[in-house]
Nanobody, 122 residues
Framework: VQLQASGGGLVQAGGSLRLSCAAS????????IGWFRQAPGKEREFVAA????????YYADSVKGRFTISRDNAKNTVYLQMNSLKAEDTAVYYC????????????????WGPGTLVTVSS
């Protein structure tokens, strides 16, 4: 599975961005697709995840109510809609996928795409 994240950029605090994670090589099928982020000097942290089959979603407490993860079957793409962005959301965002990961643990995902930088100015 090859993943490609896109949609990052510079936005003012309170603004919105939508990230996309497109898969190639195979369909997501029964995969779990997760979004993680890593700020400078910090460890990579879980943001949100979705089970492709059944569409169950998971969120970090820090983004609940502000971020929404969704999928588009036809496009084999997962989205992360980010609203009410804060300066502390600034990070490189990565999407990852695996069949049965421990949802919030980055090391349990085998497939990663290159990150996309999100910068929130205060």
């Amino acid at each position: 599975v090859q993943l490609q994240a896109s949609g990052g950029g510079l936005v003012q605090a309170g603004g919105s961005l939508r990230l996309s994670c497109a898969a190639s090589g195979r369909t997501f099928g029964s995969y779990v697709i997760g979004w993680f982020r890593q700020a400078p000097g910090k460890e990579r942290e879980f943001v949100a995840a979705i089970r492709w089959s059944g569409s169950r979603t998971y969120y970090a407490d820090s983004v609940k109510g502000r971020f929404t993860i969704s999928r588009d079957n036809a496009k084999n793409t997962v989205y992360l809609q980010m609203n009410s962005l804060k300066a502390e959301d600034t990070a490189v965002y990565y999407c990852a996928a695996d069949l049965n990961p421990s949802t919030v643990v980055p090391s349990t995902y085998r497939y990663w795409g290159p990150g996309t930088l999100v910068t929130v100015s205060s």
